[in-house]
C-alpha cells in the first residue's frame, strides 16, 4: 500500500502539529512522561536565526502523518557539520505506505544540499528501523547513548 504524500519543511505555524506528531512517538516509545518540547519552544527553534532546529512534516488528504527532525552540529570525527537527525516518526495508519521513506529522501535532499552527511541513533532492538535504515544504505554502529542531565551535574560538583 502506498499512500498520495507531501513532504514540506515545517515552520513556525506547524508548531501545534508537530508537538502532536512529538506527543504520539513519545507514547508509541513509552516516553510520554519525559516530553519536553512544547508547541512555543518548537516555534522558538524554527524561527531562531539561524533556527535551532529543522523539521520536515509528511501530509496526506491535509492531516500531518509523519515527520522527521535534525539540527546541524559540528562533529571532531567528521571534521566538519553535519545533520543530527533527532527523530522520525509516522503515524500508525500510515506505516508500510513510502511515507518514511519519502521523509528521510527529503531528508537526504537537505542535507545533500548543504554537501553534508548524516548521524543518527536506533534503540538495539528497534529491528524493524534498523532493516529500514539499512535498505536505505545507512551504516549501523553499536554505541551507548550517554546523557547527562543539568541537575545531575549539579549534584556532582
Given amino acids: ?25 513519545a507514547e508509541h516509545e513509552g516516553y510520554a512522561a519525559y516530553l519536553a518540547a512544547t508547541p512555543e519552544s518548537l516555534a522558538h527553534a524554527m524561527s531562531a536565526k539561524p533556527p535551532l532546529a529543522f523539521f520536515l512534516l509528511a501530509e496526506a488528504g491535509g492531516r500531518a502523518i509523519g515527520f522527521v527532525s535534525w539540527t546541524r552540529v559540528y562533529g571532531i570525527w567528521r571534521g566538519g557539520d553535519y545533520f543530527n537527525l533527532d527523530d522520525l516518526f509516522v503515524v500508525a495508519d ?11 529522501r527529503a531528508f537526504a535532499a537537505e542535507a545533500m544540499a548543504e554537501g553534508l552527511g548524516a548521524r543518527w541513533e536506533v534503540q538495539p532492538d528497534n529491528l524493524g528501523a534498523r532493516r529500514f535504515y539499512a535498505r536505505l544504505g545507512a551504516e549501523l554502529e553499536e554505541k551507548a547513548v550517554v546523557r547527562w542531565s543539568a541537575a545531575a551535574m549539579a549534584a556532582a560538583s
Fill in 94 to 104: 500510515a506505516r508500510g505506505a513510502g511515507v518514511g521513506e519519502a521523509l528521510m
Fill in 1 to 25: 500500500m502506498t499512500i498520495d504524500v507531501a513532504v514540506r519543511r515545517a515552520v513556525a505555524k506547524d508548531a501545534e502539529q508537530l508537538h502532536a506528531l512529538m506527543g504520539a512517538l
